[in-house]
């Protein structure tokens, strides 16, 4: 049981590039989510996710695109990617319980040179 | 959702009993508080959550007043590998909301 597995753990890319970082959860779970964090900041939402083929905009969505075509995986798209994007994103999972705790994986540090 | 005020940062010393406070005053009455913990490069992992009155499992104790506008928890005897960022949430994620909004956390430091 793998949990929430992130791929890829690191990545370059330089201003304009695009790329997909992959979530993938084998829980079952119905909620997924995306955050970034930056240094010396908290974790800031990007996209979530309450079901497959659903997505909902959160904190800070803006340059950012997300599919959830399969229960198991959601996907973060960068179209045209800015320095201002480099940070580290974790993406989390929950199960649909009430106040269900968030698992999560162990993140993809991004560089946007 | 419940904005959350927290100290930046805390120092500790080994053995010692250390309480985080979390303020949350427009929390809802669907509201749960839940806290997580992260260490440097992984991802955070959950703690403890409550709703109201005292909470306690094998890692720490949650205390929560009557009136649920602030949160304490309690880390028993701390040791160094506690040193990591401390998360409290508030919301009733699961339901209708599913928003989960972290706050800037609060770094405990512990020494020797």
């Not at chain 2, 406070?21 to 809802?28: F, G, K, L």
């Not at chain 2, 339901?95 to 020494?111: C, D, E, P, R």
């Amino acid at each position: 049981n793998a949990g929430v597995t992130q791929t890829p753990k690191f990545r370059v890319l330089k201003t304009g590039q695009s790329m997909t970082l992959l979530c993938a959860q084998d829980m079952n779970h119905e909620y997924m989510y995306w955050y970034r964090q930056d240094p010396g900041m908290g974790l800031r939402l990007i996209h979530y996710s309450v079901g497959e083929g659903t997505t909902a905009k959160g904190e800070v969505p803006d340059g950012y695109n997300v599919s959830r075509l399969k229960k198991q995986n959601f996907l973060l798209g960068l179209e045209s990617a800015a320095p201002s994007q480099t940070s580290v994103y974790f993406c989390a999972s929950s199960s649909r319980q009430l106040n269900e705790k968030l698992f999560f994986g162990s993140g993809t540090q991004l560089s946007v040179l | 959702l419940a904005k959350t005020t927290q100290p930046i940062s805390m120092d500790s010393y080994e053995g010692q009993e250390v309480n985080i406070t979390c303020s949350h005053n427009n929390i809802a009455t669907n509201d749960y508080i839940t806290w997580y913990q992260q260490f440097p490069s992984q991802g955070p992992r959950f703690i403890i959550q409550g709703y109201k009155t005292k909470v306690t499992n094998e890692v720490a104790s949650l205390f929560i007043p009557a009136d649920r506008k602030s949160s304490t928890l309690s880390l028993p005897r701390v040791s160094l590998s506690d040193t990591a960022v401390y998360y409290c949430l508030v919301g009733d994620y699961g339901g209708a909301t599913n928003k989960l909004i972290f706050g800037t956390g609060t770094l405990l430091a512990v020494q020797p």
